[in-house]
Nanobody, 127 residues
Framework: QVQLVESGGGLVQAGDSLRLSCAAS????????MGWFRQAPGKERDFVAA????????LYADSVKGRFAISRDNAKNTVTLQMNSLKPEDTAVYYC????????????????????WGQGTQVTVSS
C-alpha cells in the first residue's frame, strides 16, 4: 500500500480559493490512480475528483465541475486539488485516496475502489 498525507486545508471565505496537496510514499506512485473525496458532518464520504495513473484522464463530481481541478506530479509523488470559487457547501473533511492499477487511463469514483486513504484535511468555507 501507499501512504498518503493531505495538507492545505483551512478556513476561508466564500469565493476564495484553496489548494490541497496529497503526498504519497511507500510505493511507485505512478502505478496508482488517485482521487479526492469529502465528508461533511453527518453525511457520507462523497466523490469529488479523480485522476488516472497517467494524469491524462480526470473526472469531477457535478457539484465541483468548473471550480475544482485535480492534477498530479508523478516525479514528486503528489496530487493536488485546486479549489476555486469556494462555497459554504464545500465545507468538509477532504480525503486523498489511491488505487493501484494496471490501466493507465482509468479513473475511479467509488469509495470501495480505492485501496489507501489519507487522514483527511479540514476545509471550512464561511459565508
Amino acid at each position: 500500500q501507499v501512504q498518503l498525507v493531505e495538507s492545505g486545508g483551512g478556513l476561508v471565505q466564500a469565493g476564495d480559493s484553496l489548494r490541497l496537496s496529497c503526498a504519497a510514499s511507500g510505493r511507485t506512485f505512478s502505478n496508482y490512480a488517485m482521487g479526492w473525496f469529502r465528508q461533511a458532518p453527518g453525511k457520507e464520504r462523497d466523490f469529488v475528483a479523480a485522476i488516472s495513473w497517467s494524469g491524462g484522464s480526470t473526472l469531477y463530481a457535478d457539484s465541483v465541475k468548473g471550480r475544482f481541478a485535480i492534477s498530479r506530479d508523478n516525479a514528486k509523488n503528489t496530487v493536488t486539488l485546486q479549489m476555486n470559487s469556494l462555497k459554504p457547501e464545500d465545507t468538509a473533511v477532504y480525503y486523498c485516496a489511491a488505487r493501484r492499477t494496471s490501466y493507465i487511463s482509468y479513473v475511479y469514483t467509488a469509495r470501495n475502489e480505492y485501496d489507501s486513504w489519507g487522514q483527511g484535511t479540514q476545509v471550512t468555507v464561511s459565508s
